[in-house]
């Protein structure tokens, strides 16, 4: 079974275990009661898998930070990468996908914060990469999109210089669609900081109507929903 459909399996079992509607005494109607939350939250998982591939990315599943390890760790051998590039954690712990990476033989570049003299030999560096991992702040579920908020530790040249992205995202931050993400980041963080909106491999048909990837941004794509216990 692939993970897109074990997905879906775990969406029916959640609706089909959901707390039944209360019966009022009085003939009124049924008490409306919301959908758990945990079925809810896997959803929005299956939607956003299925939203994904659509355009083209490739979905590796709900994953436990373990899970998500190992699978970065595959497709990195899988595309034969020689050096990664990795930025900061938003709620995750990126320092250990680093060092399986490393123990697998990988070279891993760090982005670090650094001065705006040395942001071009940075830039430079990432570009060289096989690889960019990130995580994103947030997962649209409605598109399949990527919301990724650049800081000093996790430059937007990471989701924009390497070939290919591995990009994970906390389960509970995939939102229904980008106005709720917008609403949960606020103002503030959207004047003041990039955002970068990814669904998908870069593409453009500029050149005479053909569908081109990679011109943009990376050819490929790789995500994955991890949970946190």
């Given amino acids: 079974m692939s ?3 074990k997905i879906i399996a775990n969406v029916r079992t959640a609706l089909e275990h ?7 005494h ?5 008490e409306i009661v919301p959908v758990a939350p945990g079925a809810r939250r896997a959803e929005l998982a299956s939607e ?3 939203e994904l591939e659509r355009v083209g990315g490739r979905f590796m599943g709900v994953l436990s930070i373990d899970e998500a390890r190992d699978q970065i760790v595959a497709i990195a051998r899988e595309l034969e990468a020689k050096s990664v590039a990795i930025g900061e954690g938003v709620a995750l712990d990126c320092e250990s996908i680093a060092k ?3 123990r697998a033989g990988i070279t891993v570049m760090r982005t670090a914060r650094t001065s705006d003299s040395e942001r071009p030999a940075l830039r430079d ?3 060289n990469c096989d690889l960019g991992i990130i995580e994103a702040h947030y997962g649209i579920a409605s598109t399949g999109t990527l919301a990724v908020v650049a800081a000093p530790g996790r430059p937007s040249s990471l989701t924009l210089l390497p070939p290919a992205n591995f990009i994970v995202v906390d389960a ?3 939102l229904p669609d980008l106005a709720a993400v917008i609403s949960t980041l606020g103002t503030e963080t959207i004047v003041n900081h990039r955002l970068a909106l990814i669904t998908g491999p870069s593409r453009t048909a500029d050149i005479e109507k053909m569908i ?3 011109v943009h941004g990376p050819k490929k794509i790789f995500a994955a929903a991890v949970w946190r216990k």
């Fill in 26 to 30: 009085d003939g009124a109607a049924h």
């Fill in 212 to 214: 081109v990837l990679g």
């Fill in 100 to 102: 399986a990476l490393e």
């Fill in 18 to 24: 959901r707390p039944r509607p209360t019966v009022a």
């Fill in 172 to 174: 509970d931050r995939i």
């Fill in 125 to 127: 560096s990432i570009a």
């Fill in 3 to 5: 993970a897109f459909h």
């Fill in 48 to 50: 956003f898998a299925r």
